[in-house]
Each structure stands twice: as structure tokens, then as C-alpha cells.
């Protein structure tokens, strides 16, 4: 008796468990949050804010000798703010592309005087001159560097006087980068898989879209002869065991969209059906709700409101890219939906610790394609 009664007890657990799985699949999200010029002058409000801002400041490269001690913003006089310099290499992104979107923004004139004395040949020239020093050949390498070459392509591809002036004065420092992407490449025995910032997938993505907009052969065979050879074969990549608990990038979802841009839509969809669990499992679970996030303000705990972001403008392009399966692209809209909506609202509970980066985060996932 006792027996029994224990064994109906495991099978309704199981039941239950089944029941709340299909729940989380089946429950609806808002509407993806859509970017009107109130949105846009919120966001970029925070990249204005921070990329003058000198402190507080985490330094990424290693002093060589006593030349270098001295104030971070006088060897990179352009990109010195938001806490870090990839931070504020991607406020100036934010800044450009929300002036293209919304010419006649309120703070438009504040935007433009920025990038007029960021962007200047002067400060560029500092920039690239001190990635010329054998020891910061590997400073922001390569999230950093993936975030530069788009800020070039969203300045090379704007119809505007200034736009174009600025992308001179960033084109040795792009085609510079671009050299060391390849160089790396090339000396590279497999990928970097974190959900942070090292994590090779998502810069390739980045770097393809700078491609795609202005051009650059040599790059774009290293990355898709690099992508083809390490991700071509992978298969049942372990997304229930995301998130670690500072990520802001899903490792799984990072390669799944890299190669969305590299295969046909043939090649994708078979490739996608070995490498990504079938909605249905319980390994998807893990991707389905926004991660919790206890502490916003911690800057590193504070990751996971990227995450959020991350994982749905990857959703929405993985969706974009399925073909017939339409319970499967709606499941994938609605998850997206869902997370672009949980990170717009806790965003400005972060303090500065989010708030110096995860307005481009938003600003990328409410523009995706655009």
C-alpha cells in the first residue's frame, strides 16, 4: 500500500511538472516594445550622460612602464567614459544611431557637439596611436573591437556631412582592427564560449554586420571560415545550463544567430533543428522566462538585464530565419517579446553600473534589421 501510494505521488509530480512546462510555452507575451522618439530620448539620454564621464572608470590594459600612469582619458581621449572603453565605443553607436532614426530629437544639437569633439581626426589619431603599443594589441579584443567597426558602419552608411567625416577619421583604427581580427583568427584553436564579453560568437555577429554595410572580404572569409569549421558541427548546444549568473549573453543563442548570418536559410534550419533543443523539451525551459535578478544594481548581477535584450533580439532573428514552422517562429517572437519587455522595465533600477551600457543593449534589440 505504501508502495503504491508513493508511486502515485512521483507520477502527479510529473504531471505537475509537464503541466508547468507547457504553461511557460503557451503563455503569451506583450508586444515587442516599440522604439518611438519618447523611448529614444530616454535611452540615449544615458549614453549622453556617460561618455564624457570620467570616473568611475575600469581600466582595461596593463600599464608597461611609469609613461602610463597617467589619466585613462588623456590615452584615449575619445572613448574614455562609461565606465569602460568598449562602453563608450558603443554610447557613440547608440548616439549616431539614434540621431539617424530621429533627426529632430530634442537632443540632437547635445549629440551632435559630442560626436563632433569625440569623433575628432585629433582624438583618433591618440586612439589608434596607442593601439599601436605592443602591449594593448590585445586590449578589447575582440568585443571592443567588434563594436567599433559598427559604430564605422553606422557612421559610413548615414547620409550626413558630419557622419561622414567622422567615419574618416575612425578608418585607420577600423582597418587596423580588422587586421588584428584576422591575425587572431588565425593563431585561434577554437572559439571563446562565455556569456560575457570574450565570447567570440557574438563579435563575429557584430563584425558582420559592419560587413554586410560597408564591405571587407578579407575579414568576413576569416570569420565564416573560422565559424564553418569550429560551429558547423556542433550540436545539442546545452542551453539548460544558462545562465551563469553574471551573464549577458547566451552563449547558445550568440552562435545560432552568428550562423544564421553565415549559412543559406536551408543550411540554417537543418543545422538549428541538431544544434538547439525542440521548444517542447525541458532543456529549452531554461530560455523561455527572463532570468530573475535580485540585486540590479550590482554591476555584474545587473548582467542579466542585458541577457534579456540579448536573448531577444537573437530570437527574433533566429525566428526571421525558420522556414514553415510557424507555432515555432511565433513560440520564439513571443519568448523575445517577453524578455525585451522584462529588460526595458527593471533597466533604470540598475544605477550606473547598467545604465553606462544597457541603453545600446536596448537601442540594438528595439532596432534589429532597421
Request: a neutral charge.
Amino acid at each position: 500500500m505504501k508502495n503504491n501510494i508513493f508511486y502515485f505521488f512521483l507520477f502527479t509530480l510529473s504531471i505537475l511538472s509537464c503541466k508547468n512546462h507547457d504553461d511557460k510555452l503557451i503563455n503569451k507575451t506583450e508586444e515587442m516594445p516599440s522604439l518611438d522618439i519618447t523611448m529614444a530620448e530616454k535611452l540615449v539620454k544615458l549614453s549622453l550622460d556617460c561618455v564624457n564621464k570620467k570616473y568611475p572608470y575600469k581600466i582595461g590594459y596593463r600599464f608597461q612602464n611609469e609613461k602610463w600612469v597617467k589619466p585613462h582619458y588623456e590615452i584615449t581621449p575619445s572613448f574614455y567614459g562609461c565606465w569602460d572603453w568598449h562602453s563608450a565605443v558603443h554610447g557613440h553607436w547608440t548616439m549616431v544611431k539614434i540621431l539617424k532614426m530621429f533627426p529632430d530629437i530634442s537632443l540632437k544639437n547635445e549629440i551632435r557637439l559630442k560626436l563632433k569633439n569625440n569623433l575628432s581626426k585629433e582624438n583618433l589619431e591618440k586612439e589608434y596611436s596607442f593601439f599601436q603599443n605592443e602591449f594593448a594589441k590585445g586590449f578589447e579584443r575582440t568585443y571592443g573591437w567588434a563594436w567599433l567597426l559598427k559604430l564605422y558602419s553606422e557612421l559610413k552608411s548615414w547620409d550626413d556631412e558630419d557622419g561622414i567625416k567622422w567615419a574618416k577619421n575612425l578608418k585607420p583604427l577600423v582597418d587596423l582592427l580588422s587586421i588584428r581580427t584576422q591575425s587572431f583568427l588565425e593563431n585561434l584553436s577554437s572559439p571563446l564560449r562565455p556569456g560575457t564579453h570574450a565570447n567570440s560568437a557574438f563579435s563575429f555577429s557584430l563584425m558582420l554586420d559592419y560587413i554586410n554595410e560597408v564591405g571587407d572580404e578579407k575579414l568576413k572569409n576569416k570569420i565564416n571560415e573560422f565559424s564553418l569549421k569550429y560551429f558547423l558541427n556542433d550540436i545539442d548546444c546545452p542551453v539548460d545550463y544558462e545562465p551563469s549568473g553574471t551573464d549577458f549573453l547566451s552563449p547558445c543563442l550568440a552562435e545560432a544567430e552568428t550562423m544564421s548570418k553565415i549559412l543559406n536559410n536551408k543550411e540554417f534550419n537543418n543545422w538549428l533543428k541538431k544544434f538547439l533543443p525542440k521548444p517542447e523539451s525541458k532543456k529549452f525551459s531554461s530560455i523561455v522566462n527572463p532570468p530573475i535578478v535580485l540585486d540590479p544594481k550590482d554591476p555584474g548581477i545587473g548582467h542579466l538585464i542585458g541577457l534579456m535584450f540579448h536573448r531577444a533580439w537573437t530570437l527574433n532573428k533566429i525566428a526571421a530565419s525558420i522556414d514553415g514552422d510557424k507555432e515555432k517562429k511565433n513560440l520564439y517572437k513571443d519568448i523575445a517579446s517577453k524578455h525585451a519587455k522584462k529588460g526595458y522595465d527593471i533597466m533604470f533600477d540598475s544605477g550606473y553600473g547598467g545604465e553606462h551600457w544597457l541603453a545600446t543593449f536596448a537601442v540594438y534589440c528595439l532596432t534589429y534589421d532597421n
